[in-house]
């Protein structure tokens, strides 16, 4: 109805905003005579809401001093249509920053995230709470509200989302000068000693220590499996100034990219004052060129610990990378990838057996043609449609906090043998540790055996600079068809990723194949998901449900929004390896 009558309500509102001396030269009894429309009518955005904000508080406020109960913001809704407020504090609303702002200078106060649904021209009043920091100087500002910060609203008028009233910020003792600030956290800092030379392949924990201090004067939390905190990386670069993102290292050399091995993940609490000292961890990587190179450590990567400077978390060594004579090519057991003991199965196999079955029907040659091959074992269960190379029981521990009885244990065993997946260094796999969407999508690529795209073009705007990107993981995933990210442009790499997100991904490629039904679809996935025929695809090709070579997502509800465990993704991901060795 609302199409049908659109251009009436264009015309009729045209009609009436005609001016008088149109009107007075039209006939008597007739319309006026319109001019020619040189361009297409514009469409009204008539039924947009229109989203404005008032701030109101007092004349004087004083450093430290709480304004919960004395500043409140009255948001009005001039618009036509309501507008969805943020309830839920799930960012799919409006929300509302409150800032004092003097010139160029803008400090936050706070922000609204619980806002409220409002129609169209209804008001709605909110009282912020929030204290003024001591550390604001003294001075005159401009109190400013600002209304849906993150244009998560369509708006008929964006340029009407901000008011301020001025305000004077009083010290909090009435001293000449603002007095000092004592800031009550913990400030980590770091050191490096190494020699001055390197040969390649060296690992670092042989000729290199580093020692973290605590200068604050509180706490600094560790990172164990009951918290986490502080963690270390150890990067070689050609500038000294040091950037890393927080992801996986790289293998190969990449200029500024954490070495192999080179992370620190299991700290102690430092108290005030403490130190502590320990070996340095990364290998030279075989492929680094010879040269002068800045060998740099950074505490808290991933900023988990609060601190009062943020800026002294890096340290540079420069040292010369050399060439051993002695050792022109790297051992066997050095590179990453070589440890191939589960993959060497797999792939031997595969090209007998699974050729003859799959191709076909599953149902009608298994029984036909696997006792004249394997004597009896491939017609059990699973195996008419998986490599009969791939274990279903551990027998290696390879890591401390997964022993073989783990449901994951098998899977996680068959792709760190394929190089696919990794522990850390303090040798743990932390199963229920949960992926980001960028892990996710390497492992991703390793598993289909695909070449990462260094220097690809992506489609999305802020993943330039991310290690996913600049080696190449995100565009071979993009050409792959697994990814094309979200409606407003974005990858969000370092989001986790989500159950429904990383099935999508594996079946991609699959949703489209046809494959009788396997198994019963989840209870929570109804035909309005947009994950729905996902899950059908991966219920169908058994790499997720009981049916699974390695069973996950077998419960009876899926849960489509929670995020993935590492033991999650490595048997989902275990399944799709098995199901590419057959084809």
Same mark, same amino acid.
């Given at each position: 109805?609302?199409?049908r009558?659109?251009?009436?309500?264009?015309?009729l509102?045209?009609?009436?905003?005609?001016?008088?001396?149109?009107? &007075?030269?039209?006939p008597?009894?007739?319309?006026?005579?319109?001019?020619?429309?040189?361009i297409?009518?514009?469409i009204?955005?008539a039924?947009?809401?229109?989203?404005?904000?008032?701030? =109101?508080?007092p004349?004087?406020?004083?450093?430290?001093q709480?304004?919960?109960?004395?500043v409140?913001?009255?948001v009005?809704?001039?618009?036509?249509?309501?507008?969805?407020?943020?309830?839920?504090?799930?960012?799919?609303?409006?929300?509302?920053?409150?800032?004092?702002?003097?010139?160029?200078?803008?400090?936050?106060l706070?922000?609204?995230?619980?806002?409220p649904?409002?129609?169209?021209?209804?008001?709605?009043?909110?009282?912020?709470?929030?204290?003024?920091?001591?550390? +604001?100087?003294?001075? /005159?500002?401009?109190?400013?509200?600002?209304?849906?910060p993150?244009?998560?609203?369509?708006e008929v008028?964006e340029?009407?989302?901000?008011h301020?009233?001025?305000?004077?910020?009083?010290r909090?003792?009435?001293?000449?000068?603002?007095?000092?600030?004592? %800031?009550?956290?913990a400030?980590l800092?770091?050191?490096l000693?190494?020699?001055?030379e390197i040969?390649?392949?060296?690992?670092?924990?042989?000729?290199a220590?580093?020692? +973290?201090?605590n200068?604050?004067?509180?706490?600094? !939390?560790?990172?164990?499996?009951?918290?986490?905190?502080?963690? %270390?990386?150890?990067?070689?670069?050609?500038a000294n100034?040091?950037?890393?993102?927080?992801?996986?290292?790289s293998?190969?050399?990449?200029?500024?990219?954490?070495l192999?091995?080179?992370r620190?993940?299991?700290?102690?609490?430092?108290?005030?004052?403490?130190? %502590?000292?320990?070996?340095?961890?990364?290998?030279? @990587?075989?492929d680094?060129?010879?040269?002068t190179?800045? $060998?740099? +450590?950074?505490?808290? !990567?991933?900023?988990r610990?609060?601190e009062?400077d943020?800026n002294?978390?890096?340290?540079?060594?420069?040292?010369?990378?050399? /060439?051993?004579?002695d050792?022109?090519?790297?051992?066997p057991?050095? !590179?990453?990838?070589?440890p191939?003991?589960?993959?060497?199965d797999?792939?031997?196999?595969?090209?007998?057996?699974?050729?003859?079955?799959? *191709?076909?029907?599953?149902?009608?040659?298994p029984?036909?043609?696997? *006792?004249a091959?394997p @004597?009896?074992d491939?017609?059990?269960? !699973?195996?008419?449609?998986?490599p009969?190379?791939?274990?279903?029981?551990?027998?290696?521990?390879?890591? =401390?906090?997964l022993?073989?009885?783990? *449901?994951?244990?098998?899977a996680?065993?068959?792709l760190?043998?394929?190089?696919?997946?990794?522990?850390?260094?303090?040798?743990t796999?932390?199963?229920?540790?949960?992926v980001?969407?960028?892990?996710?999508?390497?492992?991703?690529?390793l598993?289909?055996?695909? &070449?990462?795209?260094?220097?690809a073009?992506?489609?999305f705007?802020?993943?330039?600079?991310?290690?996913a990107?600049?080696?190449? #993981?995100?565009?071979?995933a993009?050409?792959d068809?697994?990814?094309?990210g979200?409606?407003?442009?974005?990858?969000?790499?370092?989001?986790?990723?989500?159950?429904?997100?990383? +099935?999508?991904?594996?079946?991609?490629?699959?949703i489209?194949?046809?494959? *009788?039904?396997?198994?019963?679809?989840?209870?929570?996935?109804t /035909?309005?998901?947009w994950?729905?025929?996902?899950?059908?695809?991966g219920?169908? #090709?058994?790499?997720?449900?009981?049916q699974?070579?390695?069973?996950?997502?077998?419960?009876?509800?899926?849960?489509?929004d929670?995020?993935?465990?590492?033991?999650?993704?490595?048997?989902? $991901?275990?399944?799709? #390896?098995?199901?590419?060795?057959?084809?």
């Open positions: 109805m609302k199409r009558f659109r251009w009436f309500a264009w015309f509102t045209l009609i009436l905003l005609l001016p008088a001396q149109v009107w &007075a030269a039209s008597p009894g007739g319309l006026p005579q319109l001019p020619p429309f040189p297409d009518p514009p009204l955005p039924f947009l809401p229109d989203l404005s904000v008032t701030v =109101s508080g004349d004087e406020l004083t450093q430290g709480s304004f919960t109960g004395l409140t913001l009255t009005a809704n001039n618009g036509l249509g309501s507008v969805r407020g943020n309830d839920d504090g799930d960012n799919e609303g409006y929300l509302i920053d409150l800032e004092l702002v003097q010139g160029d200078t803008r400090i936050h706070t922000r609204i995230t619980a806002t649904s409002i129609d169209a021209q209804q008001t709605a009043q909110l009282t912020p709470e929030g204290t003024i920091p001591f550390t +604001v100087p003294a001075g /005159t500002y401009c109190l400013t509200a600002v209304i849906d993150t244009d998560a609203v369509a008028d340029t009407n989302n901000t301020c009233v001025e305000v004077e910020v009083k909090w003792l009435w001293l000449p000068i603002d007095p000092p600030i004592i %800031i009550l956290q400030d800092t770091v050191t000693t190494a020699p001055g040969p390649r392949g060296t690992p670092l924990s042989s000729v220590q580093v020692t +973290v201090t200068e604050g004067v509180l706490n600094a !939390p560790g990172n164990t499996d009951a918290q986490d905190g502080w963690e %270390i990386a150890f990067v070689l670069s050609t100034d040091l950037t890393v993102e927080y992801g996986d290292e293998p190969d050399y990449r200029d500024g990219a954490v192999p091995g080179g620190i993940t299991t700290t102690p609490d430092l108290g005030p004052g403490e130190s %502590i000292s320990l070996p340095a961890q990364g290998t030279i @990587p075989w680094t060129p010879p040269g190179y800045c $060998l740099g +450590v950074i505490v808290d !990567p991933a900023k610990v609060p009062s943020e002294n978390n890096t340290f540079c060594r420069t040292v010369v990378i050399t /060439t051993d004579p050792r022109a090519e790297p051992p057991a050095d !590179p990453p990838a070589p191939p003991d589960p993959p060497a797999p792939p031997a196999d595969p090209p007998t057996d699974p050729p003859s079955d799959p *191709p076909a029907d599953p149902p009608a040659d029984p036909a043609d696997p *006792p091959d @004597p009896a491939p017609p059990a269960e !699973p195996p008419a449609d998986f009969p190379g791939l274990p279903t029981i551990c027998t290696i521990q390879r890591f =401390s906090d022993p073989m009885a783990h *449901p994951a244990c098998a996680v065993s068959v760190v043998g394929a190089g696919i997946i990794d522990g850390y260094e303090d040798g796999f932390r199963p229920d540790r949960p980001t969407r960028a892990e996710f999508a390497k492992m991703f690529i598993t289909k055996g695909l &070449a990462p795209q260094p220097g073009a992506l489609p705007g802020d993943t330039d600079g991310h290690w990107a600049t080696m190449g #993981f995100l565009a071979a993009v050409a068809g697994a990814l094309d979200f409606p407003d442009g974005t990858f969000r790499p370092d989001e986790l990723v989500t159950r429904a997100q990383g +099935v999508k991904i594996v079946t991609a490629n699959l489209d194949v046809p494959r *009788p039904p396997e198994g019963s679809m989840p209870a929570d996935v /035909t309005d998901l994950y729905e025929p996902y899950v059908r695809a219920l169908d #090709f058994r790499l997720m449900g009981e699974a070579h390695y069973p996950v997502f077998a419960a009876s509800t899926f849960a489509g929670t995020p993935m465990t590492r033991a999650e993704a490595a048997k989902l $991901l275990a399944n799709l #390896f098995g199901l590419l060795g057959q084809e």
